[in-house]
């Protein structure tokens, strides 16, 4: 089965800051990869699939890059309302693997 | 308006079994793969389950193999779960999510509210 690695666990960054996530599949996923964000006590939300395409209603300062193993989120300007875990997601087959998650705070 | 609502979680002894379900609403039900994911208290995202539209093709993950069974009823709209054999480990909240499109190869959504399971003695 492939595995989703993410990195890195959890980051503590300042309101405005640009914060990077990083997803590795250990085979190749093409671009079948989705990003969820999960905010305390609520229900994962899609905020990207197909690895960069930006789902309805999702702040543009969210973005998403990558193709094969090696994936990117990027907020651009985090703000207070980002606090959240985000997981990467592969869809290329079943199992549909979850990373473990990135546990994302204001500094 | 897209609507999944799960129910049927409750506290269970060890060795016992459960059948969840998830109620549809507001999309053409057969036209989409549905699966289970769960997530243990304080825990990340686990994909436990996928059943395919017209229910032909299922997949678990290797943690619930054997004893879990995914299933639907397109008529009613509703997707369930019949856990067997319940471990402690098997405490969580469960959620069903629609996959996002029609292919079967889609990201998740939406996702429903989650039902508690709770295995203890």
């Known amino acids: 089965d492939i595995q989703m690695t993410q990195s890195p666990s959890s980051l503590s960054a300042s309101v405005g800051d640009r914060v990077t996530i990083t997803c590795r599949a250990s085979?190749?996923?093409?671009?079948?990869l989705a990003w969820y964000q999960q905010k305390p006590g609520k229900v994962p939300k899609l905020l990207i699939y197909a690895a960069s395409t930006l789902q309805s209603g999702v702040p543009s300062r969210f973005s998403g890059s990558g193709s094969g193993t090696d994936f990117t989120l990027t907020i651009s300007s985090l703000q207070p309302e980002d606090v959240a875990t985000y997981y990467c997601?592969?869809?290329?087959?079943?199992?549909?693997?979850f990373g473990q998650g990135t546990k994302v705070e204001i500094k | 308006e897209v609507q999944l609502v799960e129910s049927g979680g409750v506290v269970v002894q060890p060795g016992g079994s459960l059948r969840l379900s998830c109620a549809a609403s507001?999309?053409?039900?057969?036209?989409?793969?549905m699966h289970w994911v769960r997530q243990a208290p304080g825990k990340g995202l686990e994909w436990i389950s996928l059943i395919s539209w017209d229910g032909d093709n299922t997949y678990y993950a290797d943690s619930v193999k054997g004893r879990f069974t995914i299933s639907r009823d397109n008529s009613k709209n509703s997707l369930y779960l019949q856990m067997n054999s319940l471990r402690t480990e098997d405490t969580a909240l469960y959620y069903c999510?629609?996959?996002?499109?029609?292919?079967?190869?889609?990201?998740?959504?939406?996702w429903g509210q989650g039902t508690l399971v709770t295995v203890s003695s």
């Open positions: 507001g999309f053409i039900f057969d036209d989409y793969t």
């Open positions: 085979q190749g996923i093409s671009n079948y």
């Open positions: 999510a629609k996959e996002s499109s029609t292919t079967g190869w889609g990201a998740f959504d939406p």
């Open positions: 997601q592969k869809y290329s087959s079943a199992p549909r693997t």
